[in-house]
């Protein structure tokens, strides 16, 4: 079984400065995807970017980019001139490739507050 | 295109009543999802289905019941609500083929059992 681990619950930052949330998995899998979700006050959950286990690039959406290290394990999300909407919970998640029964396992948040 | 609908959003349940938690996808999503999100926590995975008339258990899927009729349809079923049920609740989707983008996830539904 995969297990996610972010090991900071509360982060705050101050307004366009930048931010890394650390994520850790642990998983006996080759093909996989790794993700961060954003869940604001208003509860929903919002895709913030993907990233392919088998692709070495980092990826990247906007101000957002993953710093992905697959030997040591680690998926830690940057968020570049932090806006306050960017205050909210985040989650990393796992994915398997393949099997058909493909899930998203979570870890357990890290609560961002963007400081004005 | 309304993707992933949850009904209610909130409820409040005593302890040893029933209800439902509905759930519905218009994205023709083969791949549908129930995760309980408990306070401080991540999501974790009460039931899924692959498509209709398939159901398997995740995580924790004690204390609860889940059908899918239909391709758009999920709902949960708690039987004899207990407090440790209280939760959020969200339902999510995702295709079949090439669903490697994450999921839709619903507004979720907050429940109560008092």
């Known amino acids: 079984a995969q297990t996610v681990t972010q090991s900071q619950p509360e982060m705050s930052v101050q307004e366009a400065e930048t931010v890394t949330l650390s994520c850790t998995y642990d998983?006996?899998?080759?093909?996989?995807?790794l993700f961060w979700y954003k869940q604001p006050p208003s509860r929903q959950m919002i895709l913030v970017i993907r990233?392919?286990?088998?692709?070495?690039q980092n990826a990247t959406e906007n101000r957002f980019s993953v710093n992905f290290q697959k030997a040591a394990k680690s998926f830690s999300l940057k968020i570049s001139d932090s806006q306050l909407g960017d205050t909210a919970m985040y989650f990393c998640?796992?994915?398997?490739?393949?099997?058909?029964?493909?899930?998203?396992?979570f870890g357990t948040g890290t609560r961002l507050t963007i400081i004005p | 295109n309304a993707g992933v609908t949850q009904t209610p959003k909130f409820r409040i349940l005593k302890i040893g009543q029933s209800m439902t938690l509905q759930c519905t996808q218009d994205?023709?999503?083969?791949?549908m999802y129930w995760y309980r999100q408990d306070p401080g926590m991540g999501l974790k995975l009460i039931y899924y289905?692959?498509?209709?008339?398939?159901?398997d258990k995740g995580e924790v899927p004690n204390g609860y019941n889940v059908s899918r009729s239909t391709t758009e349809d999920f709902p949960l079923r708690l039987e004899l609500a207990a407090p440790s049920q209280t939760s959020v609740y969200f339902c999510?989707?995702?295709?079949?083929?090439?669903?490697?983008?994450?999921?839709?996830f619903g507004s979720g539904t907050r429940l109560t059992v008092v």
């Open positions: 998983t006996s899998e080759n093909n996989y995807y």
């Open positions: 990233q392919e286990a088998y692709k070495q």
């Open positions: 999510a989707s995702r295709p079949g083929q090439g669903g490697y983008y994450g999921y839709t």
């Open positions: 998640a796992f994915m398997k490739r393949g099997g058909g029964n493909e899930k998203l396992t």
């Open positions: 289905s692959v498509g209709a008339g398939i159901t």
């Open positions: 994205m023709n999503h083969n791949y």
